[in-house]
C-alpha cells in the first residue's frame, strides 16, 4: 500500500464516507433519532427567548405598563427556556458522543479483523505504519466526524432554521435582509473548499507517510545504525514532514482568509444594514422589542453559518480519513474465503498422499512464471526437504502450500482434496507452520505456544516437549507464565525458534512445513530441531524448506529445484552419487564454507 497523495474528487470521497458511515452507526440509528428530537428542542426553546424578549419591552417597559407579576413569568420562561435547552444540549452530546464512539470501536473491529483476513500479496506492497495509521487516526476521524463536525453542523442548521422561521413571523422584509447573506456564506464555503481540498488530501497521506517511516526505522534501527544511515534516513524523514507542513499551511491559510475572517464582515455589514433599515422607518412604527429580537437573531443567524463554515476543515479531514478507511475495507480478502466449503473429514482420502503437486505453473505477474510444472508426491507421515539456489522457487512453493496465494485450480490437493475446497479453519488446524525468522508476542511462553487456542497446560507441556523447549521454558524465573519480552528479546534465537516449532506442534498438524527453520541457529540447536524432527517421523508429514543441508540431510526424499522446476530427487545418498549433479556441489561447497 503505498502513499497516494493525489487526490481523489471530494465527491467520489464524500460517498464512500457516507456508506461506511451508515454502516458503523447504523445499530445505533435510534440514539442519533434521539439526539436529533433533543436538538430541535433546543434550538426552539433558543428561539423563543427573545420574542418573550421582544413582549417584555414592546409591552411592559417601553408602555411603562408594569405588570410585574406578568413581567416575572416572561423573564422566568425566558430562564425556564434557556435552562431546557441547555439541559436538552447537554443530553444530546452525552448520547452522541457515546455512538459516535461506538462506530469507532465498531470501525476498528472491522478494519482490524479485515486487515487479519487479507491474503499475503497485499502485505507484499503494505506499509506497517500506514496501515497502523488507518486502524487508529483515520478511523479516530470518524469520532471526530459525529461530535465536532456532524453535531455542529445539525445544530446550527436547526438553529438557522428556527430563527430564520421567527424572523420572519416578527418582520418578514427585514428576515429578507438577513436572508441575503445566505447565497455570500455558499460562494465562501465553495471557494474554501476548492482552495483546501487538495491540501487537507495530501496532508493526510503524507501523515502517513510519516507513521510508515518512523515505524520502519524503528524497526530496523540495528541495521540503520550498522550503515550509519541516520543522517539519510533523518533527511527523508524531514523532507516528508516539510511536504506535510506545507500542506497543512496552505489548509491553514484558506482557513485563515475564507472562514471567521469573512464570515465575521459579513456579520457586521449585515448588522449595520439591519439598524439602517429601522432608521429608515416612521419612529411610531417601530417597536424597539423587534430591533432587539432582530439583533439577538442575527449573531444566532450568522453564528451558526460561521461555525457550519468553520466545520468544513474537520468535515474534510474527516472524509478523506473516513474514505481511506473505506478503501481499506475494500481491498479483497483472503483466497481462502472464496473457497467451497468441504466437508469435514477425520482422515485422509484412502491411498492419496498427503501433497500432491500436478503440473504446477505458478508466476506473481502474468508472463513471468516463478515455478514451471511441477510434479511432485509426498506420502503420509514422509520427510521431504526442499533445496536450491537463492531464487529456485522454494519460498514461492512454501506460500503456495500455505494458501498465502492462490494456486492454479486442480494443481495442488491436500489430502486428496483440492487446496481450494479445503475449509479455511480445517485447513489451518492440519497444517502448521515454522517460520525462518520465529514471531513471538510480548507475552509469556504458555501464550506464545498457546496462541489463543485455549489449550490445556497438559497439551502445551506435550507440545513443548516434542520441540525440545521444555527444559528451558521451565528453567524460566516463573516457568511457563515467564514473560518473553517484545519479539522473544530474552531468549536466544534458538530458543524462539523451538518455541515456534512448539507453537506448531501444539495444533496436531498433518503436515508441518519449515522455512529455513535453522538457518539462523547454531549447530547444536540444529541438532535440537533434527532430533525433534526424527522423532515426528511417521506421525507428521513433513516438508522442509532448507537451506542448510544439514537439517535435511535425513530426510526421505530430496526435492532439488533450479530455476523453478525439479532438476534431482532422491534421498542423500543417492544424490551424492549424482557426479556434477547441483545437490552435491551446493553440499560439499556447503562442507567447505564449514
Known sequence: MHSDTTPKPMRAQAAQAIGLLRRAAHPDRRHLLWATLWLILAAALEVIGPILGKALIDEHLLPRHLDFPRMAMLLGAMLVSGWIASWLRYLQLVRLSGLAMRSVQRLREWVFGHVLRLPMAFFDRAITGQLISRVTNDTEAVKTLYIQVLFVILDSSIVLVGTMIAMAWLDWRLMLIVLALVPAVVVIVVVYQRLSAPAVTRARALRSDINGQIAESIGGMSVLQANNAQQRFGARFTATNQAHYKARLAELRANAFLLRPALDLLNVILLAVVIYSFGQRDMNAVEVGVLYAFISYIARVVEPMIQITMQFSGLQQAVVATARVAALLDE????????????PTDHAAPNAPAVRIRDLTFGYAPGQDVLHELNL??????????????GSGKSTLLSLLLRYYPSPPGCIEI????????DNERFRAEVGLVPQDPFLLAASARENIDMGRGLSQEAIETAARAAHAHDFIAALEEGYD????EGGSRLSTGQKQLIAIARALAGKPRILLLDEATSHIDSATEQVVQE?????????TIIAIAHRLSTIREADRIVVLNHGRISEAGSHDELMLVEG???QRLYLLQQLAV
Request: hydrophobic content about 45%; cysteine-free; charged content about 10%.
Open 332 to 343: 479483497a480478502g483472503a483466497p481462502e474465503h472464496a473457497a467451497g466449503r468441504a466437508a
Open 377 to 390: 508426491d509426498v506420502p503420509q507421515g514422509a520427510f521431504f526437504g526442499i533445496v536450491g539456489h537463492t
Open 415 to 422: 489430502n486428496g482434496q483440492p487446496l481450494a475446497a479445503i
Open 482 to 485: 515467564t514473560s518473553l519480552g
Open 532 to 540: 525433534a524432527l526424527n522423532e515426528l517421523r511417521g506421525r507428521v
Open 581 to 583: 549433479g547441483l545437490y
